[in-house]
């Protein structure tokens, strides 16, 4: 008996063993290979300025192209690779549960279906860009092996990238917050367009009809802290200014991840010329200026999502039992596919399986209660890929607007300045085509029927339909993440009667959005200083959820420390400047206050974060009036830099991760900045800023903090955009190739 029982124990362990070693290696052979990349041989040559950011030049656009993946693997090859696991369903195998999650996405919105199907329809340049871009990738893993995360993640081809722009574009209109709550079998919260006619709903969101719930249609990334990011643009046109045409580009993104933003210099024999930012696996920068023009973009919030509940029942089919779900007078097989999500959990990656569900509709979630079917704009496409290259390339308004007409890129504020004085602005938003109200009389603001084929609608409206101003006669144009009808000043403002309900144009504003107003429509000049100030603004306005808190420390009744903060609080000059001795309390109470207003929730307990608030600042600073500068830090590496800006100041220090030692680390804010100014008879000139430094995940570089005192003291470094300004400040200067 003994022996047996040592014989079989043997044998449980070593079948353990081989289960481990299998949990171990089983992801790299089972995930997905694509095809060879075609064979291409690329050169290009990389300048380093003193900050250490490239300059890439080449004799065609895939050779910068190739040599924008080198020089930005050479700073943040580890960013890059998580972007790339995420366009090949593999982001759970390094980043485990929370990597999953975008891995279900991938999956659910058949990125790599739709990459397979629609890549070989881009224009052949575009595609030769992207290969020439996933030829520098798999160059650099092949001469650094030992950076590569995963094994078989290289080597990498243009409908990988893709793939990743089919799964990332819809994050930034809010498609992760539509998802996540049907997900959870959670009521969807209500979004920021206007009712629609015979569907009023409450200050919830709840409709009248119980059939009718709105859904939030929040345009930011993943995340409770992600739903509270923004941006700011200005562009000025000469007769404003007294002098240039200004643009300011200042995109609020987290400082570090797959969406920070990474600043570049672009150009190519074939005439191609930019400097900007682009995001980790994009191969060229997506806003920022050329020669004769530039734009930079903030984040909108438009209805580009309809959820529809389908009516389901099974059917025996071959495999079991088939889900039919209702169109009309037919019934229809729901498709389903079962997929694997590699878990990393420890030393093991575990293989997941989740079935994947869709309908004519589109992608199907289901949940405890029902099948629920989505449908957005610029789904199942690839031709951002290339609206984004045409952009970079145009050399007037005229052409700039043409690729704007092809309603390619889903979302996003446009903000536009050339040299010839024009200033324009656009509400970009592939809105769906709906059908008019008195055809279907529908609620678009909630869960529509399923059952129903007049309500699957194709396309997009025309361009003509959407908000949109050109050179209006304020001469200045924003936008602070706020409504289109508010942004060139009394006179000059769009009339929101003009548009159509359906379309689910943003009725919102932010603190931002109105004191970038008031200081912009009291100016009598918008020279640099006046812009400046206007930029590096910290002031919030009593109105909206600021009004709400401090109306409710009012009449809030407390005692000991609580009545000693608020009554600090309410001594507040509301201004985030690190003068006064309440501007610590306010930063921590204000941001939950605004988190409310962003995401259409209930307004917080003012005693309970109160409390939260007076608990934190005595523990670690043994006071509830410190200087606000000793709270809210800029972190990297050795670098501990004291900061000014609040949640939803122009001046922008949105969210932060709380250190061990009580201080606020900033991840999300202002991030990239740049200043462009176009003088007559002048080449273009710029100046720009980043938190840290270029080299973002390289602790051992020199332009791993190098910009960060500047950054805190509101300064920019000069951009050098011409080739001879390169050479006369270039600190390194090599030629990257695959040629053997």
């Known amino acids: 008996m003994r022996k047996w029982f040592v014989g079989t124990g043997i044998a449980v362990a070593a079948f353990i063993l081989v289960a481990v070693i299998g949990l171990m290696t089983w992801e790299p052979f089972y995930a997905h290979r694509v095809d060879t990349p075609p064979p291409g041989e690329y050169s290009a040559e990389i300048i380093r300025s003193e900050y250490g950011v490239p ?40 980043a485990g549960e929370d990597g999953a999650t975008f891995d279900y996405v991938y999956h659910l919105l058949d990125a790599r279906g739709t990459a397979e199907r629609e890549y070989p329809s881009l224009p052949e340049d575009t595609r030769a860009l992207f290969e020439g871009y996933a030829a520098g990738l798999n160059q ?49 919260r209500r979004e920021f367009g206007p009712d629609i006619p015979g569907f009023p709903r409450d200050e919830t969101g709840t409709v009248t009809d119980r059939e009718e719930q709105a859904g939030l249609l929040h345009p930011l990334p993943i995340g409770d802290d992600a739903q509270l990011l923004g941006s700011n643009a200005w562009a000025v046109a000469p007769e404003k200014s007294g002098g240039p045409t200004t643009l300011i580009s200042n995109s609020h993104q987290p400082l570090r991840g797959g969406v920070a933003w990474y600043e570049l210099v672009v150009e190519s024999g074939e005439g191609w010329h930019y400097a900007g930012a682009n995001l980790p696996g994009t191969p060229y920068p997506v806003l920022g200026h050329n020669r004769n023009l530039g734009w930079t973009y903030t984040v909108n919030r438009p ?89 970079g390339k145009s050399q007037s308004m005229e052409e700039w607007l043409a690729v704007y007409e092809r309603l390619d890129i889903p979302n996003f504020n446009a903000v536009y300045a050339d040299a010839e004085g024009n200033i324009a602005y656009i509400y970009n938003a592939a809105f769906p085509d709906r059908p008019e109200q008195d055809e279907v009389k529908a609620n678009w603001r909630g869960v529509l029927p399923g059952n129903r084929s007049d309500l699957i609608w ?106 000693e903060a608020r009554d600090l609080l309410l001594t507040w000059d509301f201004k985030a400047d690190n003068k006064g001795g309440a501007d610590a309390l306010a930063l921590l109470m204000i941001r939950d206050f605004m988190s409310a207003e962003y995401q259409n929730r209930a307004t917080p307990d003012v005693r309970e974060k109160l409390r ?28 501990d830099l004291p900061l000014d800006g609040g949640s939803d100041t122009l001046r922008a220090s949105t969210t932060w991760q709380v250190d061990e030692d009580g201080r606020l680390g900033l991840v999300h804010g202002d991030s990239f900045i740049q200043w462009v100014e176009w003088h007559e008879g002048e080449r273009v000139t710029s100046r720009s800023i980043q938190p840290f430094g270029a080299a973002i ?44």
């Open 303 to 391: 209805d580009l999502v309809d959820v529809y509940e389908l009516e389901v029942t099974t059917s025996p089919g071959i495999d079991g039992d088939d889900i039919m779900y209702k169109l009309d007078d037919e019934w229809l097989k729901l498709d389903a596919k079962t997929v694997t999500l590699p878990v990393k959990m420890g030393p093991v990656t575990l293989p997941i399986r989740r079935t994947i569900y869709r309908s004519v509709h589109g992608p199907v979630i289901k949940n405890d209660n029902g099948y629920f079917a989505i449908r957005y704009g610029g789904m199942d496409s690839v031709r951002p890929m290339d609206a984004f290259y045409r952009l």
């Open 612 to 639: 939260d608030a007076v608990d934190h600042l005595n523990e670690h600073f043994g006071r509830i009036d410190p200087p606000m500068s000793d709270l809210l830090r800029l972190r990297q590496g050795d670098v």
């Open 140 to 188: 650099y893993a092949k001469d650094n092996p030992d950076e590569v995360k995963l094994a078989n993640l290289f080597p990498v081809n243009g409908e990988d990238v893709a793939a990743g722009f089919v799964l990332r574009q819809p994050f930034f209109f809010g498609l992760a917050n539509v998802i996540q709550p049907l997900v959870a079998g959670e009521p969807l």
């Open 55 to 94: 300059h890439i030049y080449g004799d065609t656009d895939p050779d910068v192209a190739f040599g924008v993946a080198i020089a930005q693997s050479e700073d943040d090859f580890f960013t890059l690779q998580d972007v790339i696991a995420m366009s090949r369903g593999r982001y759970g195998a390094i």
């Open 697 to 740: 995940t390289r602790p051992d570089s020199p332009h791993h903090t190098d910009q960060m005192q500047l950054f805190v003291d509101h300064e920019l470094k000069p951009v050098h955009f011409w080739r001879e300004d390169v050479i006369a400040n270039a600190k390194r200067r090599y030629t990257v190739t695959n040629a053997e």
């Open 458 to 563: 194709e396309g997009t409206v025309e361009f003509d339909e959407i908000p949109k101003l050109i050179n209006p006669e304020s001469g200045w144009l924003y936008n602070a993440n706020n409504e289109p009808f508010t942004a060139a000043g009394e006179g000059s403002d769009l009339n929101p009667d003009h548009f159509s309900p359906i379309l689910g144009v943003e009725r919102k504003q932010t603190n931002r959005s109105r004191r970038a107003y008031k200081l912009l429509s009291e100016a009598s000049l918008l020279d640099r200083e006046t812009l400046k100030r206007i930029k590096y603004d910290t002031a919030y306005e009593r109105v909206g959820y600021v009004d709400d808190l401090f109306s409710a420390l009012e009449t809030l009744e407390v005692e000991g420390d609580l009545a």
